[in-house]
């Protein structure tokens, strides 16, 4: 498709983030060396205990180069200047490009890509690129852009669609799948993977929102798809100039790999083994197709081994500017994935890419222009040679000539004329008609014409050229009175408009001074048009709509479920991070309320201004009249003060316009995190509902089986041990508070389930009989462990 010519050939950039790693900072693991201008060194010192273990390798240093190194204290902002921006600014051209993060999970994939689901200054490399994209879109008004997004998933080699609409009612493996297909030319298209159409920021953001929350939900503690899975976040581009049928097309795929952690790390007796394995094989072809790539003389690259590298073949040693970011979390323990992270991304360095304009001529719109053409060339070729209308007149056509024609012979007004039109079929039509007409009276009254004719020339002969001249003469005059006509009527017409026009006008102020003043206060400037957080709430009620535990409890929570949800609710640490954004949300609709006001203010400050500015003007304009020797064109000092004073009332007036903007966009995003973090905890309620309800029949299973022979009920076992419920271990991502805590259990795939057969332990001294419904046994369960923890509370808080 490409054909542009511009072409742009260029490695892939390959830059490094490392992960924070708080107050267990370990010194001495690396140091970065930033000297160079164009690269940078990471150097990973191996302490020696650990480097006793190295297998084959007594190395104890490693060094790694990279175009830019973000050490852990870079923040996001910074990370989007120097990686994203440069690649956005190449896609709005008209180039493809890759963003692709790779390194081990909890090293800050998603945390770089998509951002940190807290603060609002923590958003990624994919909410910052939409905010660019549309930003400068909005700038440029030389050419019609359109703009879609996708998101795909994929686990397990299966593409799944994370736009779907289905998704919320349907699981995983119920969804179509996304597949891949290759057109003749090798390009490769993506079935069942829906486009959708992004006007602004705010729709892109709520796709990007959505395609979250999708993913979150179909993730299980068993298909871990946020490790386990790839998303690519996709924003296709297409540009037009008006009235051109070329297109240019440009993708920008923001990808958030599998974690790259490999398994068989050590082997017998803690050694480590120098080839591990991806559990991720998919990234394994991915490294297979890198290592052919920066092979150099090898002709076949293996592409086709899995979706990912099919979908992404274009990003590496294509057409595309790419860019990697190792992320890093170099924390003692995970020295060795770090260091494979450095190769992996050192063999990436390597790769070429040639990045192609992507322009291609629209056959649809090329089709139109084409037909256009087409159309004009026809109509003129009739009109010259008459031959080129195929269609016939029709026969209403054929009898309204007749009467045409009957009329004007019948006419005795020596300027009736004969009009059919620029048409050539109805000129010719008319010609055989008369024709036929002359033959007809010809042979019924032949002698007569013929002696008439030859009467008036010879008698005629002087007075017929006379009379020929007079009506020439007439026609001429008659012509030039319809013109003068035709020329008065016009000038009425404009006349009325033009009147029309400045009554509409004076209404509005007056222009002239409306002119001079230039004040343009758009409608699209008023707050209350740009303030409306309409659609942000229109989509976050459609995230409550998600069928959580409807789906699980048949319809309606229960009260016992209900209460449960609240304590639950409590012991939650995003519960937390909600009430912080409510918070901050407050402060921030205080803050743009108390803007707008001001805002409007300002406005009513310039209006007066501009009135007193009118009044000013006219007050000179009616003193020159009077008093012919004051000059009007003389600057008048009142004038100029009040000329300045608007033009700053503007200048606050658009700063303090951007600010509300930007709060805007602000709340938004706020809006959208607090609703995912609502669903997260939704879904970790159900998940812990479902377990306690699974625990619980099992208990009672036992208990009938220890039922005592008087039949009292025994209290289960576990409703009596009294462990304290962490209350932490149903986040799944430990929040920025405790990175350290993170890092550290970054290898524990089975976190959440692990974790919960500790958590499954609340107790009780009373004994309650369980009634043996297993709703309501949950009920009283979830009741019992409510009371305990507002127990534990008091407890804690009285110590
Ligand atoms: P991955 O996607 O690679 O598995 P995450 O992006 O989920 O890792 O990061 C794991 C945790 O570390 C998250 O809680 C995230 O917020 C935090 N984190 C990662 N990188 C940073 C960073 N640069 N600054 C602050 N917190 C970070
Ligand atoms: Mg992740």
Known sequence: AGGGGAMVKETIRVYARLKPLGRRQQAGIYSVDDDEKSVSSLEIIVPHDLADGFVNNKREN????????????????????SIARPVAECALAGYNGTIFAYGQTGSGKTFTITGGAERYSDRGIIPRTLSYIFDQLQKD???MYTTHVSYLEIYNECGYDLLDPRHEASRLEDLPKVTIMEDPDQNIHLKNLSLQQANNEEEALNLLFLGDTNRMIAETPMNQASTRSHCIFTIHISSKEPGSATIRRSKLHLVDLAGSERVAKTGVGGHLLTEAKYINLSLHYLEQVIIALAEKNRSHIPYRNSMMTSVLRDSLGGNCMTAMIATISLDKRNIDESISTCRFAQRVALIKNEAVLNEEVDPRLMVVQLQKEIQELKDELALVTGKQRTSELSQEELLQLDKLIETFLEDNDPESTLDVGADMRKIKYCFSHVKQLMNHSKISDKKTVSQHISEEKDTNKEAGKEELKKLKELLQQRD?????LVNMLKKEKKKAQDALFQLNVASAGSTALKQSLSINLEEKWSPSNCFSLKEAKDLSSSVNR????????????????????????WDHADSVTIEDNKQLLKQRFAEAKCLGEKINEVRNKINHLKGELTQR???RVVLAVSNPSEELNTLDPVEEKLRTQIEEEKKSYKTMFNRLKGLKVEIEHLQLLMEKAKVKLQ??????WSEESTNLQVCQEKTELVRSPNSTTVYPHFIKSSQPLPTNSFSETTRASSNEETSGKNNSNNFNSSTSKTRTSPSSNTPIPLTGDSQIDADILAFIKARQNILQKKGKSCQ
């Open 62 to 81: 490693y060094k790694f180069k990279f175009q830019k190194i973000f050490d852990q204290e870079a923040k996001q902002d910074v990370v989007f200047d």
């Open 480 to 484: 030039d009175e319809i013109n003068i």
């Open 617 to 619: 003007h006219i007050q």
């Open 141 to 143: 008004n030389s050419k």
């Open 683 to 688: 879904k970790d309620f159900e998940v812990w």
């Open 546 to 569: 998600l069928p959580f535990l409807s789906r699980q409890t048949g319809g309606k929570m229960s009260l016992g479920c209900q209460g449960a949800f609240e304590v639950f609710k």
